[in-house]
Nanobody, 124 residues
Framework: QVQLVESGGGLVQAGDSLRLSCAAS????????MGWFRQAPGKEREFVAS????????TYTDSVKGRFTISRDNAKNTMYLQMNSLKPEDTAIYYC?????????????????WGQGTQVTVSS
């Protein structure tokens, strides 16, 4: 059974960087559309970024454009989120997700499998 495990979260200061990783078990990672979502306290889980099966297409929510970079290494069954110039409003639990049905999507309901989340806290 496929599982997703996030890592790399932590407590940083505004302006710092973090790199999140999402490791997937199983042999068919390259067939999944992948994405990152985040959920701040008291808020809905929101889309952050997505990457296509091959890694050639990416998209971002406006608030992270130019600061975050999503990527994937299909040989390592791993997806990444490089987060630069972090802001206090980036504080949230970050989740990686896999879509079995879609090669590339921003829609939360099209993701079929979720990781357990990793906490990112940015202090001002």
């Amino acid at each position: 059974q496929v599982q997703l495990v996030e890592s790399g979260g932590g407590l940083v200061q505004a302006g710092d960087s973090l790199r999140l990783s999402c490791a997937a078990s199983g042999r068919t990672f390259s067939s999944y559309g992948m994405g990152w979502f985040r959920q701040a306290p008291g808020k809905e889980r929101e889309f952050v970024a997505s990457v296509s099966r091959s890694g050639g297409l990416t998209t971002y929510t406006d608030s992270v454009k130019g600061r975050f970079t999503i990527s994937r290494d299909n040989a390592k069954n791993t997806m990444y989120l490089q987060m630069n110039s972090l802001k206090p409003e980036d504080t949230a639990i970050y989740y990686c997700a896999a879509s079995f049905r879609s090669a590339y999507t921003t829609r939360r309901y099209e993701y079929d499998l979720w990781g357990q989340g990793t906490q990112v806290t940015v202090s001002s």
